[in-house]
């Protein structure tokens, strides 16, 4: 009784787990269509690490605007992209960016619009397709991962209820039921 109660339990948990990872898995990036070029030089520049120590965006600004900016590991190389904007000096910075939508991290008062291209004098540094297919690979893991999850709750859950009725059906026919093994 307490295994059957225990899966039970696990097959709960990993079905609320799955579909809180779907609820967090994005649409995607906005079609380029409606991005806004935003162009000036640096004006500040930091960035925003994990707790592993590693970079999870690269936020900053431009003379020419007030607003906050930011590029985000989920991008893909942010490494490289972290580097270039240190080098990039007075350059003039191209940016696409959804004017619509912009993203206040927890415990941060700022609120930052998404880089989904950037270019730095005349180099492209990560163009928009990049960013779209990083984007994509990222979303297919998680969906992955909660369609997997929720798909091994279910199971869970439904196989050892299904084996019960089973049971009480051979038991119903006054046959033993037959062993899974072979």
């Known amino acids: 009784m307490s295994h059957s109660r225990n899966g039970l339990i696990w097959g709960v948990v990993l079905l609320a787990f799955g579909a809180f990872v779907l609820a967090l898995v994005d ?13 000036g030089q640096l004006k500040s ?15 900053f600004s431009l003379a020419t605007d007030q607003r906050d900016f930011h590029y985000i590991s989920k991008s893909g190389q942010i490494d490289a992209v972290w580097n270039a ?3 990039a000096g007075h350059s003039e910075i191209g940016l696409l960016i959804d004017s619509a939508d912009s993203h206040s ?32 690979g990222d979303n297919f893991v998680g969906e ?39």
């Open 45 to 59: 520049l930091d960035k925003a690490t994990s707790k592993g120590g590693g970079i999870s965006a690269v936020r």
């Open 85 to 87: 904007m240190q080098q």
């Open 105 to 136: 991290p927890p415990f941060e008062n700022r609120s930052f619009y998404t880089a989904y291209e950037i270019r730095i004098g005349g180099n492209l540094i990560r163009s928009y397709p990049q960013i779209a297919e990083s984007w994509d």
């Open 144 to 182: 992955l991962l909660g369609y997997g999850a929720s798909l091994i709750g279910v199971a869970l859950i439904v196989v050892p209820f299904l084996m019960r009725r089973r049971r009480a059906w051979c038991f119903k026919r006054g046959a033993p039921p037959a062993s899974f093994d072979g």
């Open 27 to 39: 649409k995607g990036i906005p079609d380029r269509s409606r991005l806004t070029e935003v162009l």
